[in-house]
């Protein structure tokens, strides 16, 4: 029996319409989860180095708002998972996304093995077992080459239908040693999906490291604001007009500032950056999408949808649950949010994202 803390809201306007959730968490695969997956060096090797379960965050993934489905932070199995959200909510999809601690890997041998066998771990283990599972591809971003070829490895494989970073990771992603990534995707229509996430490496604000897990998810936005910058700035965006990048757990109050500020200062510094020969926003507008959950506008229909309008209007927004992480009160429609516009963010939107996803 589910709890009620476990149990989804089933109320709102995308259940029973088709919805596609663009962000839910499976646990993160152990170390004999991973085995079946590696060459006999790496069986091994994993054992030998003990690498087992991964954490992403500086806390630990039994703090409340990973509980759900225990210390591993995400659901437990396909079965579960339909059980708790896909049968409730009759969705017609869900783009699984395993965030852990392959991000944070120096080694990029390691993290390129680690990579490979969560990758066949997903496809064998969740996306064979329902077909309404998807998934997003981890690829090794300190090997780019690797990279590339996990992506082209999966290019027939239209159930996974994006390629997964942290927006805190080792580097600002629009630098050019990416690229090679970003033209893999692009060509294999693949969007990129920047999820919360720190490997440590810097202090996660400028002043310094933060104390508590509220100071961190409000560092986040600072993490995707850089990242927006860098891949508007560096020429990413405009060098793969076709790639949509999806914001997961960002919120949208950020966005105005940012794209204000960078439509304004363009104008002034445009010599820099000659390959935008668009105003920032329009780029923005075009090309970012932002996952539903956590949601941060204003409960009040009309300053919601001006903030929703400040950012680009609902077309730039994506269904989803961020099933089992807890949300706190947050329900899984907004408050404010009209109903007229769910089949638009939770069907509509998505599928004019993600190229790959067949229903």
Known sequence: MLTELERPDVAGPFAGIGAVDCDVHPRSPEQADLLPFVDSYWKDMLPYRDIGHME?????????????????????????????????????????????????????????????????WLAAEWLDRDPRLRAALLVPFRHVEEAVAEIRRYADDKRFVQVLAICMGDGLLGQRQYWPIYKAAS?????????????????????????????????????????????????VLTEFPDMKVVMAESGISWLFGLSWRMAKDWRGSRVEVPWLKESPEVILQRQLRFTLQPFDAPEDPDSLMAAVDCVGGPEMLLFSSDFPHDQGPSPLWPKGLPAELAPGICRENVLATYPRLEL
């Open 56 to 120: 992403l965050t500086s806390y630990p993934f039994s703090t409340k708002p990973f509980r759900a489905e225990g210390a591993d932070g995400g659901v437990a199995s396909p079965e579960r998972l339909a059980e708790a959200l896909l049968d409730p909510l009759g969705l017609s999809a869900a783009v699984l996304n395993v965030v852990n601690g392959v991000q944070a890997l120096f080694d990029p041998y390691l993290q390129t093995v680690m990579c490979q066998a969560t990758n066949r």
């Open 187 to 235: 060509e294999a229509g693949f969007a990129l999906s920047i999820h919360p996430g720190s490997a440590y490496r810097h202090a996660p604000t400028q002043a310094g490291f933060l104390s508590y897990l509220v100071e961190e998810q409000v560092t986040f936005a600072q993490g995707f604001a850089s990242q927006t910058a860098s891949l508007l700035s560096e020429g």
